[in-house]
């Protein structure tokens, strides 16, 4: 089993929909979460950090429930230029030292 | 630019080839991580230094794997005899802090 599991997708919306994206963790020492995006054939690029009171950061809102180990995202009144793909990570360790553990991701596609 | 920046971009080698794999962190980043990214997954990590010291390498999948940083600025990830399973997009990052910045990545391709 994956330390951080997300479904791959892809899911497919109209723009302006709100969708979704869930990730579960399995180490429940695990310390910091982020969500990173990353676009075709290029490095993953930070979206936003995981925070257990919930973060929003315009259209885009992050939960983390760490009973559940469970992290989501939820992007509102999608674009076209949010085509890409979402990872799920959590660190082990330190947030400046820990290795970064990802999810496969997940792979949005915004329809005109 | 000011990013981190890794060399060559792209590398085809045949089966059984020694690679060398170059990364160039941002300056004065003490953090520095190598992942191995396949088709369609995420990122796996391979192996973190802190300046000059290699303090985790327990991703290196082989004893095929070895990198270094011996002035604790650029990197090199070196992979002996490769593999058709190595194939895969090589990324750096570096840290002064929490953020990790990713470099472009170089695509192995092992004929």
């Known amino acids: 089993r994956k330390e951080v599991e997300q479904d791959p997708g892809p899911f497919n919306v109209p723009e302006g929909a709100t969708v979704a994206f869930n990730c579960t963790y399995s180490?429940?020492?695990?310390?910091?979460f982020f969500w990173y995006r990353q676009d075709c054939r290029k490095e993953p690029k930070l979206l936003m950090s995981?925070?257990?009171s919930g973060n929003e950061d315009g259209r885009f809102t992050a939960q983390l429930n760490r009973a559940s180990q469970y992290i989501s995202l939820l992007i509102r009144d999608s674009k076209l230029s949010d085509s890409a793909t979402y990872l799920c990570?959590?660190?082990?360790?330190?947030?400046?030292?820990?290795?970064?553990?990802f999810g496969q991701g997940t792979t949005l596609q915004v329809k005109p | 630019g000011a990013g981190v920046s890794q060399s060559p971009r792209y590398k085809v080698a045949k089966r059984g080839q020694d690679v060398a794999l170059r990364c160039d962190p941002i300056s004065g980043h003490v953090s520095l991580f190598w992942y191995q990214q396949a088709l369609g997954q995420g990122p796996e990590f391979l192996t973190y230094f802190q300046n000059e010291a290699q303090l985790d390498k327990s991703g290196l999948p082989s004893d095929r794997f070895f990198a270094e940083r011996p002035e604790g600025s650029v990197s090199t990830l070196k992979i002996q005899r490769t593999q058709q399973e190595d194939s895969a997009v090589y990324l750096c990052?570096?840290?002064?802090?929490?953020?990790?910045?990713f470099g472009p990545g170089t695509r192995l391709t092992v004929l």
């Open positions: 995981v925070y257990s």
């Open positions: 990570v959590v660190t082990s360790g330190s947030s400046n030292t820990g290795k970064l553990i």
């Open positions: 990052a570096s840290s002064l802090g929490s953020v990790r910045f």
């Open positions: 180490n429940s020492a695990s310390q910091s």
